[in-house]
């Protein structure tokens, strides 16, 4: 499924065709996901996450596959694998699958509510792992488009901080990465 994902011609005609199987689909993965340890499945729960995020590609505001019930499942099930290992894939596709679900309103703000996810957004963005920091601004940028979200991340005080020590420590030869934290930053301010 991850792999049939990455198609767009199959994702245009199956998956958006096949919303209720897909649902169902995502609430097992989910499950699955719950029932096992990193320790012992750590390439099962790599497959799964690649898997949710190819999927939650699709998953626009204007064009919904899953409901927000799914999608905040989806957030307590794997929110804490950007820190729960060391397996740097695990971590980046973590991150994109947040960055997809933060594209929701609703999402945005469980996500700000989160002190446990907060903090380990904050952990994150003092990792040395360019993408991982790149992905995890992008989903601060997401969150701050919505004015209560916003408000929320401001009134806490830990991400502005943050963010402008990411603005600080990238360069002119990241210029990318200073520019999403320049964005963040704006939208916060």
Not at 8 to 23: I, M, P
Not at 117 to 131: E, Y
Not at 150 to 159: A, G, N, P, V
């Amino acid at each position: 499924m991850a792999n049939l994902s990455t198609e767009e011609q199959y994702a245009s005609s199956q998956l958006l065709s096949q919303r209720e199987g897909l649902q169902g689909f995502i609430r097992s993965l989910v499950k699955a996901i719950d029932k096992r340890t990193i320790d012992i499945n750590e390439e099962f729960i790599l497959n799964a996450i690649s898997c949710i995020t190819n999927i939650l590609f699709y998953d626009i505001p204007s064009a919904e596959l899953l409901n927000n019930d799914i999608r905040i499942a989806i957030f307590h099930s794997i929110k804490l694998y950007i820190l729960a290992t060391q397996n740097e894939e695990i971590q980046i596709e973590t991150v994109r699958v947040l960055s997809n679900l933060s594209r929701h309103a609703a999402l945005c703000d469980q996500f700000a509510d989160d002190n446990t996810f907060l903090d380990a957004l904050t952990v994150v963005l003092d990792h040395t792992l360019r993408d991982l920091v790149f992905y995890s601004v992008g989903i601060i940028i997401n969150i701050t488009l919505h004015e209560s979200s916003r408000r929320t991340l401001l009134e806490k005080q830990i991400i502005l901080p943050k963010l402008i020590n990411v603005l600080r420590d990238s360069n002119i030869e990241d210029i990318d990465l200073s520019r999403v934290a320049a964005k963040a930053l704006h939208n916060m301010t």
